[in-house]
Structures are given as structure tokens and as C-alpha cells.
């Protein structure tokens, strides 16, 4: 059984503890905006989540590696897409086919969180993201238009709030249980 907190809900997971996290996530919890790009050396972000805060590639990881953690996936940014970096995006036509918009909006959210004032120096290094549609221009306005909204907000939030321990969330909500497949 692998344990660990996903959108604020903890989860238990039945599966082998080698399965990627994606798998989990979008299989077996029906969190389908995480999106598959390839996975290893040709993965191009657009699988990433919060883990801890920290945006990691969901190919990547095991649920033996996620173990104990806060994950969070864009489903888990906010229930209407208010989030200032989802808000940003949309203000600044930087969606095209919208594949890797989950990915680019969880790196983006993870820079922000850490330096609300990122140079386009800070961007392009935190968001190695690929986009086929070349929204990259527009990509950088919005990350910078959802700085200008987390300078003023005094920080940038990732709903659920960032710090949360397994044991708060445990006390707010029953663990979900993910059984192994039949
Ligand atoms: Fe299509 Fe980025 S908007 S891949």
C-alpha cells in the first residue's frame, strides 16, 4: 500500500509501489489533466505535479518514491480555474491545443510560490516545458502578468494550502482507498 496526499485528500494506493505516479494518478483517480508526453528522456512536462511544492515530472516518479507526500495536480489548483497563473494563461492567449497547459501551469505555479518576480532568465530555466504550438512567447507574458497578481497577493497559492501535512488532511477527510485492479 502505498500512502500520500493527493489534492488535499489523503490516498492509499493498492498497485505495485514501481508504478509511475501518472498512472496512478490519471488510471486509477481519474485525474486526467495530468497529461503523458513521452515519458524518460523524451518527456516534455507536460505530466508535472507538486510534489511538496516542488514541480516534478509524474513519469518519473514511483508511488514508492511519493510515498508520505503532497501531491498536487492541476485538478487540485483550484475548483474553477481561478488560480492567477490559470487566470493568466487565459488573459494572455497562451493555450493553443492546451496539452501542455497542466504541466506549464504547475511549473509555473511552483516558480512563482518560491520567486513571485521571476526575469525571463527565471522562466526559462524553471519551465523546460515542450509546447508544439509554440505559445512560448505568450507563456512568459502570462507568467509574468500571475507574478504581477502573487506580488500584490503577497504570495501565490497552490490550493490546497501549501504546507499541509498528511495528518491535517487525514483529520479533514476519510483516505481514499485505490484498490489493485481486478
Ligand atoms: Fe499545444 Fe502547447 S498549446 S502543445
Not at 103 to 113: H, M
Not at 148 to 172: L, Y
Amino acid at each position: 500500500m502505498s500512502r500520500m496526499t493527493v489534492n488535499n485528500r489523503p490516498v492509499e494506493f493498492d498497485l505495485d509501489p514501481r508504478t509511475p505516479l501518472i498512472y496512478a494518478l490519471r488510471e486509477a483517480m481519474n485525474l486526467t489533466g495530468t497529461k503523458a508526453c513521452g515519458g524518460g528522456t523524451d518527456c516534455g512536462g507536460a505530466c508535472m505535479v507538486l510534489v511538496d511544492g516542488v514541480a516534478l515530472r509524474s513519469c518519473a516518479i514511483t508511488l514508492a518514491e511519493a510515498e508520505g507526500r503532497i501531491i498536487i495536480t492541476i485538478e487540485g489548483l483550484s475548483r474553477d480555474r481561478a488560480h492567477p497563473v490559470q487566470q493568466a494563461m487565459v488573459a494572455q492567449q497562451a493555450i493553443q491545443c492546451g496539452y501542455c497547459t497542466p504541466g506549464i501551469i504547475i511549473a509555473a505555479t511552483a516558480l512563482l510560490q518560491r520567486n513571485p518576480a521571476p526575469t525571463r532568465e527565471d522562466i526559462d530555466a524553471a519551465i523546460p516545458n515542450m509546447c508544439r504550438c509554440g505559445v512560448y512567447p505568450r507563456l512568459i507574458k502570462a507568467v509574468e502578468q500571475a507574478g504581477r497578481v502573487a506580488r500584490r497577493q503577497e504570495r501565490i497559492s497552490a490550493a490546497p494550502a501549501p504546507g499541509i501535512t498528511p495528518e491535517d488532511a487525514a483529520r479533514a477527510v476519510p483516505a481514499l482507498r485505490v484498490p489493485a485492479p481486478e
